[in-house]
């Protein structure tokens, strides 16, 4: 699969350069518009090359495991994040929907007022924004612990099969 990553992030690079050798440029016409816009995506797909590096290091293995280990605690929090900016959107959506001037036209308006204020970047309101924040410290934090615990199982495992590694080696020297 990575092979295939490097092999599509190259393609914009030429493809850019078979429409300089044609004379036009790829943001000049309206009709290429939304191949540039998918050539830059493609582009930013480069990034998955990084993963090429979990190869060589323990730290980027143990990082992996733990991240597919904590699945559940990630969708967990996923479903406690998502339920908690519902409900306090819609909280704020009612409280501030009859005011004039207000921000809130819409539960989705004031569900990114809810995520801003549940990740404690902070923004207007008093007693539901302080119930929000308090909310959101609780709900990013619970499964954080968790995720830490996998992360640590993990790099001992990750640790102990090295050394297991190392000493079968050095045992196979010494009777050879």
Known sequence: PLNIIDSLTIIPFYVEILFAACGFGINTFGDFRGLAMVMRVVRVMRVARIFKLAR????????GITVKTSLPELSMLTLFLLTTVIFFSTLMYFAERDEPNTKFKSIPHAGWWC????????????LIASCASISGVLVLAFPITMI??????????????FKRIQQKRRMAKTYN
């Open 56 to 63: 060589y290091s323990s730290g980027l293995k143990s990082f």
């Open 148 to 161: 830490v615990e996998n992360f640590s199982r993990n790099y001992d495992i990750e640790r102990k099969d």
């Open 115 to 126: 995520i801003v204020t549940m990740t404690t970047v902070g923004y207007v309101g008093k």
